[in-house]
C-alpha cells in the first residue's frame, strides 16, 4: 500500500470535515492551475496533526486537486459524448507508485471486451477476473447491465501465474496450471454436489447434507438448499486457498460465495455464522490485497459480520453457550472482526476508534494464545495438534477440562457416526423389502428418499406411480412364467376375491409377481384406472425421469460420469474433516496485523500495509 496514497486518503477525510472543495477558488483558478498559496496554507494547516512536513502535505493536496479537476472534465465528456471514465485498481505488480488508473468507454461493451482493452492498456494477462463494489462482473453481460457507472471503481484480479508457478507445476497436467480452471471445476463440482439430495448410495453417488451442530439434518427448501451448498462449498475452497495465501484466486471465489448466500432466505442466513464468517475472509482478502478502494465495501462487510454474529450468538453469546456450552473457539472471529474494524478505524483517521480495538484484539489475543507445554503434553495423548488447540481455547488453558472435552467431542462423533451407519443399513434393508416386491434398486431408493425414510409411504408412493410400475414390468417380463405358472397366481389373486380379469392384468403389469399384483390390486380397490391398462407410449424426450437402472432413454457417457466423480472428488478433498476447522486459526498471520497496527498507532502517519 503506497505512503502517498494512503496520505491521500486521509487528507480526503480531513477535507469532507472542513468542508472544502479543492477544485474550487481560491484552491483553483479559472484555468484549472493549483492555487499555489492557498494549498500551501491548508497543508501548513493540517501537516502537524498529520504528523509530516507542510512539503508532504502540499505534495499530496495537488495530487487530490489534480485529480478533482480531472474527474471534473470527466464528467463533462460522460455529459457531452456518454463515454465513462472508469477507475481501474491494478494488482500490485502492475501498479506504478500511487499513481491511479483510469480507462475510457462506453458502458454498452461486455466485460469480455472490457478486459481486452485492460489487457491491452495497462499490460495485464488476458486471464483475469473484476470485481465491482465486491461481486464479480460476469461475463456476456454489458457493464450497464451488471451496474457499472461513469467512475466506477473495478478492480482487477490477475489469476494468472507466474513463470516460475508454472515452472514449478512443470509436471502436472496442464488443466490444473491455470488458476481460472480452477474457480470453474470448482464451481461446477459443487453445482453437481449440489443438485444430489442423497437419494443414491452415499458410497458410491457422494452429497452433502445439511444439518445443524448435533448432526440433525435441517429441512431448507429445494432452492436455498442447492445455494446454500453452493456457498458453503465455494467458501471452503475459498479458505483453503485462503491459508495457501493466494488471495486473488480465494477472494474470487469467495465472492461467487457471497452471491449464492445472497439467495438464501435471512432468517437461514442469521441462523449459521458461516455468512459473517464469509464477510470477514473477504474483508481479509481485501486487507492482503492493499486495495484502499474498496473501504466502503469492507466496513459495510464487518458490519454485517457484527449483526449476522450477534444474531446467531446471541447477546453476550448466551445462545452459543446454550448449544456448546462455551465460546472459546468463537473467541478467534471477534479477534479477527476487531482487528479489522481497527484496521479501517485507522485509515478512515480515527486513531483514538483504532486503539480502542487494538487494546481489545491484544485482550483476546493473550486468552487465545495456547501453552505450548500444555499442547505438547496433549499430543502424547493421542490428540492432533488441532484438537489440542481448540480444546485449550473451548476451556480457557485448563489442561484437564481439555483432555475431557476433546475426549468427549470423539465419543459424540462417534456416536454420531454409529447412528449414520445405522440409518444407512435400514436404508439398504427397507431397499431390499422393496426390491423384493419387483422394483428396481433404484426406484426403490428414490421413493425410500421422498419418502423421508418411510418404508410404507414408500411403497405408496411406488404403487401410485405408474411410470415406475411399467418400467419395471418392461425390466422383468423377459423373466415371466409359463402359462401353468401364470394361470395358478392369477387363480390365486381370483381366490383373495379379485375380478380374473383384473388379476391377469395387474399379474402382467407386475411382471409375473403375484405379491406386487396383489398390493396392486389393493391400492386401486381390484379396479385398474384405464391409463395403467392402456398407457400411452413414452418418449425419450418428454418421459419422467426415472432413476430405474433399466429404464429407457439415452446411455450414460461413462466419460461424462467420470469427469463429474473427478470433479466430485476433487472438490471434496478441499472441505475440512473437522467441523470446526474455521475455528483453528493459528494467530501467526493475526500477530504480525497487530504489531504493524500497533506500529503505524504510534507513528499515525504510515499505513498498516
Not at 448410495?201 to 438448499?225: H, W
Not at 477472494?251 to 449464492?260: K, P
Request: charged share 30%; aromatic share 6%.
Amino acid at each position: 500500500m503506497a505512503q502517498e496514497e494512503y496520505l491521500q486518503l486521509k487528507l480526503k477525510t480531513c477535507l469532507r470535515s472542513d468542508n472544502i472543495q479543492l477544485w474550487k477558488a481560491p484552491y483553483t483558478t479559472e484555468n484549472n492551475e493549483a492555487g499555489q498559496q492557498a494549498i500551501k496554507e491548508l497543508a501548513e494547516k493540517y501537516a502537524p496533526s498529520l504528523n509530516l512536513n507542510a512539503t508532504e502535505v502540499e505534495s499530496a493536496l495537488e495530487a487530490v486537486r489534480a485529480l478533482t479537476v480531472k474527474r471534473g472534465k470527466a464528467n463533462e465528456t460522460y455529459k457531452t459524448e456518454g463515454v465513462a471514465t472508469l477507475e481501474i485498481s491494478l494488482p500490485k505488480k502492475y501498479k506504478q507508485g500511487s499513481q491511479r488508473h483510469y480507462l475510457e468507454t462506453k458502458l454498452d461493451i461486455t466485460s469480455n471486451q472490457l478486459i481486452v482493452m485492460i489487457s491491452e492498456q495497462f499490460g495485464v494477462g488476458p486471464n483475469m477476473k473484476l470485481i465491482l463494489s465486491g461481486r464479480t462482473v460476469g461475463a456476456g453481460k454489458t457493464l450497464q447491465e451488471q451496474g457499472v457507472k461513469h467512475n466506477s471503481k473495478i478492480m482487477v484480479l490477475s489469476l494468472k501465474e507466474s513463470e516460475e508457478d508454472k515452472q514449478k507445476m512443470a509436471g502436472e497436467e496442464k488443466q490444473y496450471q491455470n488458476k481460472n480452471e480452477t474457480i470453474t471445476r470448482t464451481q461446477k463440482g459443487f453445482e453437481i454436489l449440489s443438485e444430489r439430495d442423497g437419494s443414491m448410495d452415499p458410497d458410491t453417488t457422494p452429497f452433502l447434507e445439511i444439518t445443524d451442530q448435533k448432526g440433525n439434518p435441517i429441512k431448507i427448501p429445494p432452492a436455498e438448499r442447492k445455494a446454500l451448498i453452493l456457498a458453503m462449498g465455494l467458501h471452503e475452497k475459498g479458505r483453503a486457498l485462503l491459508k495457501k495465501k493466494d488471495y486473488e484466486t480465494s477472494l474470487c471465489l469467495l465472492l461467487q460465495a457471497d452471491e449464492q448466500f445472497s439467495k438464501c432466505g435471512s432468517q437461514l442466513l442469521n441462523t449459521v455464522d458461516n455468512y459473517a464468517v464469509l464477510q470477514l475472509d473477504i474483508v481479509w482478502c481485501y486487507r492482503a490485497l492493499e486495495n484502499l478502494d474498496y473501504l466502503e465495501n469492507a466496513k459495510e462487510r464487518l458490519q454485517k459480520a457484527e449483526s449476522c454474529f450477534l444474531k446467531c450468538y446471541g447477546e453476550e453469546q448466551t445462545r452459543l453457550l446454550q448449544i456448546k456450552g462455551n465460546s472459546g473457539r468463537e473467541e478467534v472471529l471477534f479477534l479477527r472482526l476487531y482487528l479489522l474494524q481497527g484496521f479501517l478505524f485507522f485509515l478512515r483517521g480515527e486513531e483514538q476508534l483504532a486503539a480502542e480495538k487494538v487494546v481489545k484484539v491484544e485482550g483476546l489475543y493473550r486468552q487465545l494464545c495456547v501453552d505450548p507445554e500444555q499442547m505438547t503434553q496433549l499430543l502424547a495423548l493421542g490428540y492432533t495438534e488441532q484438537e489440542a488447540r481448540l480444546g485449550l481455547r473451548a476451556c480457557q488453558g485448563n489442561f484437564n477440562e481439555a483432555a475431557n472435552h476433546i475426549s468427549q467431542r470423539r465419543e459424540e462423533k462417534a456416536e454420531m457416526k454409529r447412528k449414520e451407519r445405522e440409518k444407512r443399513r435400514k436404508r439398504m434393508d427397507d431397499i431390499n423389502t422393496l426390491r423384493e416386491m419387483g422394483y428396481s434398486e433404484r426406484d426403490a431408493a428414490r421413493a425410500l428418499h421422498d419418502a423421508e425414510g418411510n418404508l410404507d409411504r414408500a411403497f405408496q408412493i411406488l404403487l401410485g406411480n405408474y411410470c415406475l410400475v411399467e418400467t419395471r414390468s418392461n425390466d422383468t417380463e423377459s423373466s415371466g412364467t409359463d402359462s401353468s405358472n401364470r394361470e395358478v397366481m392369477i387363480n390365486q389373486l381370483v381366490f383373495l376375491g379379485f375380478d380374473r380379469d383384473s388379476a391377469a392384468a395387474a399379474l402382467g403389469l407386475a411382471g409375473g409377481n403375484v405379491q406386487l399384483a396383489a398390493q396392486l390390486l389393493v391400492y386401486h380397490k381390484g379396479n385398474l384406472p384405464p391409463d395403467i391398462l392402456s398407457p400411452s407410449p413414452r418418449s425419450s424426450s418428454s418421459e419422467e425421469p426415472s432413476t430405474s437402472s433399466n429404464s429407457a432413454g439415452s446411455p450414460i457417457n461413462a466419460g461424462d460420469e467420470q469427469m463429474d466423480l473427478d470433479l466430485v472428488n476433487e472438490v471434496l478433498g478441499d472441505i475440512p474433516n473437522h467441523e470446526e476447522d474455521y475455528l483453528d486459526l493459528n494467530l501467526e498471520e493475526e500477530s504480525e496485523v497487530i504489531a504493524k497496527l500497533k506500529s503505524y498507532l504510534e507513528t499515525k502517519h504510515q499505513p498498516p500495509c
